[in-house]
């Protein structure tokens, strides 16, 4: 990622705090409507974790210009959510939604360039969260 695709998508993003409890929440309602498949995974109240969307995607879009420091978080939560039953068919189902969402919230701000900025982003660090669900488990690791 260059450093203009990580200032589109940091500026874009802090366009969306004010209104973060509802950038989650259409989230996980626009997930759920076109992915009924996958509301299983998650508990019955999701108020609680489109908060923690929303945090995580503070912490990882703050990041971006240090990408290497926080691959080992990406990396352990792609992880966890193996255990929850994520499959690699579901990222680009939250790649769709959070564009979806980005789009919805910023409207016109949602220009062309910053689309094709979160697409990057997103790719980018899909890609090492798939690499992260594919590696064997820790002990496994150190065996080797």
Known sequence: MNHDTI??????FKDVVPVAD???ASF???LFETHPEVRPMF???IRPQAKKLVQMLAMVVNGLHRLPAIQAEVAALARRHKNYGVA???YPVVGE????TL???LG????PQIKEAWLTAFATLSGVMIDAMHEPPLAARSRA
Do not use: C, E, N, P
Not at 7 to 12: D, N
Not at 97 to 100: E, G, K, V
């Open 97 to 100: 939604t959070l564009i979806w």
């Open 88 to 90: 690699d068919a579901h």
């Open 28 to 30: 996980y309602a626009r």
């Open 43 to 45: 508990a019955k109240d």
């Open 22 to 24: 509802q950038v989650g």
């Open 103 to 105: 789009q919805h919230h």
């Open 108 to 111: 016109d701000a949602f220009t």
């Open 7 to 12: 200032t589109l998508v940091q500026k874009s």
